[in-house]
């Protein structure tokens, strides 16, 4: 079984300042995907990345950003420019591939991260 | 236009009783599933379903049974409510999970199931 760990429960950063969340997971498969999603008060899941497994190419997405470092099972969240609407919960997701590369969608969430942004 | 919608928002009940979440897609997905998010915010997958087929089945009890009667729906069924059943319980959906392609899941805003 996989496992997603997420050592940081609260981080916070200032406004327009960057800021690194931290995952590492667990497991024994060659190709999957990994995820941030993120979950402001509203209560709403949000896509923020994700990465492929056999890329070597981190992931970016405007201030958003990825480093992904296979060997180690790393996957950390850059946040360039905080924005105070970047205050949410933020969680780190796995999901295997079998050898079809089918999914079945099967996400393994970590414990989450709780980010806030002062002004 | 809400893409994956649920309802209710929020729902009381009392221990014992059953109840249902509605979920909807408009997105024309395949694949359907429900989260329970703990009080501790931890999400895990219950179910999946995948052109009404079950295909994802994780250890949940028995009381809790999802209903595809279609794919853009899947409602969650759960029988004599108990107190630790209090959580978020979140619908999602994406294209098709079978294809390997599918790699976005699309979240509802959740309901908020809370038993006294």
């Known amino acids: 079984a996989q496992t997603v760990t997420q050592s940081q429960p609260e981080m916070s950063v200032q406004e327009a300042e960057t800021v690194t969340l931290s995952c590492t997971y667990d497991?024994?498969?060659?190709?999957?995907?990994l995820f941030w999603y993120k979950q402001p008060p509203s209560r709403q899941m949000i896509l923020v990345i994700r990465?492929?497994?056999?890329?070597?190419q981190n992931a970016t997405e405007n201030r958003f950003s990825v480093n992904f470092q296979k060997a180690a099972k790393s996957f950390s969240l850059k946040i360039s420019d905080s924005q105070l609407g970047d205050t949410a919960m933020y969680f780190c997701?796995?999901?295997?591939?079998?050898?079809?590369?089918?999914?079945?969608?099967?996400?393994?969430f970590g414990q989450g991260t709780i980010l806030t942004v002062h002004p | 236009d809400t893409a994956v919608s649920q309802t209710p928002k929020y729902l009381v009940t009392q221990m014992g009783n059953d109840k249902s979440i509605k979920c909807e897609q408009n997105?024309?997905?395949?694949?359907m599933y429900w989260y329970k998010q703990d009080s501790k915010k931890f999400l895990k997958i219950m179910f999946s379903?995948?052109?009404?087929?079950?295909?994802i089945n994780e250890t949940v009890p028995n009381r809790f049974s999802p209903k595809s009667p279609d794919k853009a729906h899947l409602n969650l069924h759960i029988n004599s409510l108990e107190l630790g059943d209090s959580a978020v319980y979140f619908c999602?959906?994406?294209?098709?999970?079978?294809?390997?392609?599918?790699?976005?899941?699309?979240f509802g805003p959740g309901t908020r199931l809370t038993v006294l």
């Open positions: 497991t024994s498969e060659s190709n999957y995907y």
């Open positions: 997105l024309g997905h395949d694949t």
């Open positions: 990465q492929e497994a056999y890329k070597q």
């Open positions: 379903y995948n052109n009404k087929e079950l295909i």
């Open positions: 997701a796995f999901m295997k591939l079998d050898a079809g590369g089918t999914s079945y969608g099967k996400l393994t």
């Open positions: 999602a959906s994406s294209p098709n999970a079978r294809t390997g392609l599918d790699n976005e899941q699309f």
